[in-house]
């Protein structure tokens, strides 16, 4: 597609419940990078990737986070067993080698 | 380490009156500079960077920033805001396009920037 797409785009889920957030890079971009952003905390980096392989998870709050990427495309960010501190805007940013970056517009995320 | 420090949690100004948006930044190396704006319920827009090259760089919807090495500062300006520029603002700074955090952004806490009538 044109740009970066994430799905949904708002979740709103109970506690204990596991998500999944999905992030559909610019076809061709070979990094994808994920960042959170809760308020008043800006915006945090959780992981990125470089085609299928995740060199940098460190980002990553918690053992319940993680992250996978196939046929270098598109990426499932999954939150288990959510906490309210979860609560906040997940963002997906793709990039083609070394060009520009293009963000999504965010999956937000209520967790009740 | 690198990191970014934007000052100011808020900036309020005046339509036509010319704005800043203040940050600073800490790189090991060469620093590759953005800002990022974001309308509510948006994603991130690119506004502009400075990778190299003149100090003034200017960007999208009249923006433009000045990279200042001695002060480490790359401040956001326009000459007259608009109602319309009110949005939440992001300095950011590049990793190096090396190793393991291949072009990592690291951001600053944003500014919320208001333009009224």
């Known amino acids: 597609g044109a740009g970066v797409s994430q799905s949904p785009s708002n979740k709103v889920t109970e506690k204990g419940k596991d998500v999944e957030l999905r992030c559909d890079p610019i076809?061709?971009?070979?990094?994808l990078y994920w960042y959170r952003q809760s308020l008043g905390q800006g915006l945090e980096f959780l992981i990125y990737?470089?085609?299928?392989?995740?060199?940098?998870k460190s980002g990553l709050p918690s053992d319940r986070f993680s992250a996978e990427r196939t046929g270098g495309s598109v990426s499932t960010l999954t939150i288990q067993r959510t906490q309210q501190e979860d609560s906040a805007v997940y963002l997906c940013?793709?990039?083609?080698?070394?060009?520009?970056?293009?963000f999504g517009s965010g999956t937000r995320l209520t967790v009740v | 380490a690198q990191s970014v420090a934007q000052p100011e949690d808020q900036v309020n100004v005046a339509e036509g009156n010319p704005l800043t948006v203040k940050c600073t930044y800490s790189?090991?190396?060469?620093?590759?500079l953005f800002w990022y704006v974001q309308y509510p319920n948006r994603g991130l827009q690119f506004l502009l960077k400075?990778?190299?090259?003149?100090?003034l760089v200017k960007g999208s919807y009249g923006f433009e920033a000045e990279f200042n090495k001695s002060q480490t500062s790359f401040h956001l300006k326009k000459p007259s805001a608009r109602v319309s520029d009110s949005a939440l603002y992001f300095c950011?700074?590049?990793?190096?396009?090396?190793?393991?955090?291949?072009?990592?952004?690291?951001f600053g806490r944003g500014t919320q920037l208001t333009v009224w009538p």
């Open positions: 940013a793709s990039r083609f080698d070394r060009g520009g970056y293009t």
């Open positions: 076809s061709g971009h070979t990094a």
């Open positions: 990737f470089q085609g299928n392989s995740a060199p940098d």
């Open positions: 790189v090991s190396g060469n620093p590759y």
């Open positions: 400075y990778i190299t090259g003149d100090n």
């Open positions: 950011a700074v590049r990793d190096a396009d090396r190793g393991s955090t291949l072009g990592r952004l690291y």
